[in-house]
Every structure is written in structure tokens, then in C-alpha cells.
């Protein structure tokens, strides 16, 4: 059994979390702002499907990936040196938490309902969350979406209508973090895509101690300067 969260009560200690399934730590409430960026200072986020209660999750280990270490294989250095393609940061979050929504072929739905959508436009509108787009001939190709608070970025999900437009625009995202002097990407679950690209898994406890003290610190909320990610990685981007 998990708890069930009443209008404004605070989130149970993360370490009462299930093993199986791994990480799953309560339920109900709400996806207001505050409630939303008080879980995120705590390691917990929101993951569930339609027509089921909001579940909230906060899994042991964790996977991170440090943006110092992303692994940028010698194909895809390739493809950012061409200049063949733009990438922009929060012109067209609506249009990524869109196209990030859209069914998979290996998923029968999807988590980012509507009112995850619109809950998280509404923390772009405060500055917190935001979009890194790959675009290729005046077209969104990929991107992704995800949360920033102080020096702790969180991914939330990317989307991809070329090949390598989402590795793109997460490359881009680790090199702009690592100069403006974030810590971590907080990447939640596991995948093989993110490990391919040098994210690792932590100790829970860990990030916990570390977001104690990064979400404390850098800048505050507010829109990214659209043209801060072009030519990160030496290319003439037209």
C-alpha cells in the first residue's frame, strides 16, 4: 500500500518508497506549480497513464547523467560539426511537449496526458521548464523538454522525427548546462539509449544530498535565450 496524498500535505520520506515497483512512493494530490517544484527538490516526479490517479515516483538508483560526461560518439560529432541543422532553446515548447506525447510504436499510450501538458507549459510560463529543439530545414526534427531548478536539470522526454535529432539537441543541452555551471541531469529510469550516451546509475541518496545543495544555487527561473545553444560544438549554423 501507498499513501494517498490530501490537498497540501507534504510528500511521505522518500526512502518509504516500494522496491517493486521500484521507486513508487505515493499518490493523489495535485500537479500545481508548487507542488510540482517541491517534488522535484526532492527527488520525486510525477509518472502515470490516463484514467489513473497521479502516481508519484522516486526510484533507487537513479540515473543521472553528468553533463561533463556526455558521450558523444564520433558519427554524431560528425553530424553537429556539418552545421546542417539549428538548435534553439524555448521557442517551441508547446510544439515539443506535443510531439514528445505522441503514442510509440513499442507503447499502447502515453504518460504525458493533457494535463501534464498543460501543467507543464504552465512552469515554462514561470521560467522553470524548458525545450531544446533540433531544427533542420525550418522544421522541428527532435528535441526534449525538462525542468531546471537552480543548477539541477531534469529530463522529462524527447522526441525525435529525423535520425539523431533528439541525441542532438541532448548534446547540446549537456554542453550548455556544463557552461552555465549545472551539476547533474536528473534523467529518472534507466534506458539503454541513456546509458549509450554515458548517463550512469547513482545511489538515490546521493542525488539527494547533491540536489539539497544544487537546487540552492546558480540562477534563478526565466526563459533561455533562444540562440544560447548554437554553435556549441563549432559548427555555422544557418
Known sequence: ???????????PPVDTALRRPNGLLCAGGDLSPERLLDAYRHGIFPWYSAGEPILWWSPDPRMVLFPAEVRISRSLMKTL???HCTVRLDTAFAEVIRACSAPRPEQDGTWITPEMQQAYLRLHELGYAHSVETWIGGELAGGLYGMALGRAFYG??????????????????????????????????????????????IRRSELLRGLAVWTREGQGPGKWPAEDAMDLFGAHVR
Open 156 to 201: 522529462e522526454s524527447m522526441f525525435s522525427r529525423v535520425t539523431d535529432a533528439s541525441k542532438i539537441a541532448l548534446a547540446h543541452l549537456a554542453r550548455y548546462l556544463e557552461r552555465r555551471g549545472f551539476a547533474v541531469i536528473d534523467c529518472q529510469m534507466k534506458t539503454a539509449h541513456l546509458a549509450s550516451l554515458g548517463a550512469r546509475e
Open 81 to 83: 560539426r556539418r552545421g
Open 1 to 11: 500500500m501507498i499513501p494517498w496524498l490530501q490537498p497540501g500535505e507534504a510528500f
